[in-house]
């Protein structure tokens, strides 16, 4: 049983999509724990409903960032976990915390990366005019919103929509994708070679979801 453990700030949306899949489809993996910065996070009380472990490292409590990054590293460690996965967690994590974690520390990020790292990505999105946007899952390196991708989810751009509109439709998107590539690497479909992932066959050939491209 691999042992995983959420990072959330907020909804908690992709963090209860990938909780639920990891139930149903019976993945050779367990919810170890959901962590979140924010303590009245409304992800917090949905993955508690849903019989899953909660905790609380509130970053405001820590006067520095690597304080607060060693702070929350040593317990996510206490559930050495396979796999970490930041879903919607709104912390720039240093240098000290990913080092950490290197290779067993995935994201995911509402945008096409490269294109549109941080945050306002819908409106920046439609501002720049692209055709296409959506949504990447990738390894986390200390740069911000980089590092080598697993998957991507390709949402095109209608020529009527505007932030809210766009925004859900890469949500929908991100609630397909996250817990597609967890569930690969939870079974050990997905390597790290360098800078570049791969994927085995069976990974891409498991899941026939037209709107996901994958990495290679
Ligand atoms: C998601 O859309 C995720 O891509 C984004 O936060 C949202 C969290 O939603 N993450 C980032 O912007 C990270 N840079 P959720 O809490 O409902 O999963």
Excluded at 63 to 70: K, Y
Excluded at 190 to 215: N, T, W
Aim: aromatic letters at 6%; proline letters at 6%.
């Amino acid at each position: 049983m691999k042992s995983l453990v959420i990072l959330i700030s907020g909804r908690g949306s992709n963090m209860l999509n990938i909780a639920r899949a990891c139930a149903e489809q019976q993945w050779p993996a367990r919810v170890s724990a959901v962590i979140s910065n924010e303590p009245e996070a409304a992800g917090l009380a949905a993955a508690r409903d849903m019989g899953l472990a909660i905790e609380v490292v509130e970053h405001r409590g820590y006067a520095t960032r690597e304080a607060f990054d060693s702070a929350l590293a040593g317990r996510v460690e206490a559930h050495a976990p396979d796999l970490v996965v930041l879903a919607g967690f709104m912390r720039v994590l240093g240098p000290g915390f990913v080092d950490r974690f290197a290779g067993r520390l995935i994201n995911i990020h509402p945008s096409l990366l490269p294109s549109f790292p941080g945050l306002r990505t819908h409106a920046r999105a439609l501002d720049a005019g692209v055709r296409v946007h959506g949504a990447t899952v990738h390894f986390v390196t200390p740069e911000l919103d980089a590092g080598p991708i697993i998957a991507q989810a390709v949402v095109p751009v209608r020529s009527d929509d505007d932030e809210a509109s766009l925004a859900t439709r890469v949500q929908a998107s991100e609630h397909v994708l996250y817990p597609a590539v967890v569930a690969g690497i939870v079974r050990d479909q997905v390597s790290l070679e360098g800078a570049r992932v791969r994927l085995s066959p069976q990974m891409r050939a498991a899941f026939g979801v037209s709107d996901i491209v994958y990495a290679d």
